[in-house]
């Protein structure tokens, strides 16, 4: 994706200076942050309106903490869209698609069956939108034709995280894209303070009637970019009450656009309406996965779930995938016109 800003738009590997700041820390908490000398003119020229860096009544203003555009760069379309990542240096595993066939070749006159049909994959690896964002902050400003601004990308890493060296470079390329500048520095906050900003804390449910459910789910949460947000967990939850949930989750505080279904133990179905791209069928002990950040839970290797996208006809493939599951499990009948089919063994 050619860079819509006049500066260099990523790095294929961690520039060396940049490497040499992360070494050069001795905390585990890094902030992805960079200065940078602006002319007046470019910000009035509006090459960082995308960032919420503008001129009003003759000041250099901000707007916080804004979400960098999705056609700044690769990365940036990556954290706003997700990334799909083939593994091919990783171990084959079986995957399952669901499809509607015609009977005896006439669905208008013998209707139609749901097949599932099974075969050994390549896994691929899976990054939901990261939700990365950007802040600018005015340093210096004396008036004259330059000013300096600090830009920081939220959130921090943390160097034990899963796929470190891969998110910092995912990082500093978000920074790089969208401000031309990227770097990084200790952090002054606590292990607790970041903790607090990953950590998805959850609230379990037991089933109800649909709207005592439906209550429990929304409660007070309003997710930013997450339209009728009621209206679709109405939706889904009347989609799962015909598989008999144990219990509902939801995710609480600033995660409150995380909802779902649990199942069984290791058979979960999770979404993220905030994003609303697609629905999880998770097979890893819940106990487990309920521990995990929320920055680790967006990104994982298929082996573990399945993915719905929500593209025409996906409730009919999440019902025979829900089915199929449950089957597996002895907690459901095999459901009529079941047509397994199995290639690659």
Do not use: C
Not at 195 to 207: E, G, R
Not at 249 to 260: M, P, T, V
Not at 269 to 281: D, M, Q, R
Request: net charge neutral; charged share 25%; glycine share 8%.
């Amino acid at each position: 994706m050619p860079s819509r800003f006049p500066w260099k738009g990523n790095y294929q590997k961690v520039p060396p200076n940049v490497r040499a700041s992360v070494d050069a820390i001795a905390g585990d908490l890094i902030a992805v942050a960079a200065t940078k000398k602006i002319s007046r003119d470019d910000i009035a020229a509006g090459l960082y309106a995308h960032v919420g860096l503008r001129i009003e009544n003759g000041e250099v203003v901000t707007s916080g903490t804004v979400p960098p555009p999705a056609d700044a760069g690769k990365w940036s379309e990556r954290n706003a869209l997700g990334w799909d990542r083939k593994r091919q240096d990783w171990p084959m595993v079986q995957k399952t698609w669901t499809f509607e066939s015609p009977n005896f070749g006439d669905g208008a006159r013998n209707g139609w069956t749901m097949r599932s049909w099974t075969k050994d994959v390549y896994q691929h690896q899976i990054f939901e939108p990261q939700g990365m964002t950007v802040e600018p902050s005015v340093l210096e400003d004396r008036g004259g034709n330059a000013v300096v601004v600090k830009f920081t990308l939220s959130p921090m890493l943390e160097r034990g995280m899963p796929e470190f060296d891969l998110m910092l470079l995912w990082s500093i390329n978000v920074l790089q894209e969208n401000t031309g500048v990227t770097g990084a520095f200790a952090s002054d906050a606590s292990r607790e303070e970041y903790a607090a900003t990953i950590t998805l804390d959850w609230q379990i449910f037991p089933p109800g009637t649909a709207d005592e459910v439906v209550a429990r789910l929304v409660g007070s949460a309003h997710p930013a970019n997450a339209p009728d947000f009621e209206k679709h967990v109405r939706e889904r939850v009347r989609l799962f009450e015909e598989f008999r949930p144990q219990a509902y989750i939801r995710g609480q505080g600033g995660f409150g656009s995380y909802f779902g279904a649990q199942f069984a133990d290791d058979l979960v179905v999770f979404e993220n309406l905030k994003y609303g791209n697609a629905i999880y069928l998770l097979y890893q002990d819940w106990s487990e996965i309920s521990q995990r950040s929320r920055l680790d839970l967006l990104r994982d290797q298929d082996a573990h779930f399945d993915r719905v996208v929500h593209t025409d006809g996906w409730p009919a493939r999440l019902t025979a995938l829900l089915h199929d599951k449950l089957f597996e499990r002895g907690l459901r009948r095999r459901r009529n016109g079941y047509r397994p089919k199995r290639r690659g063994r």
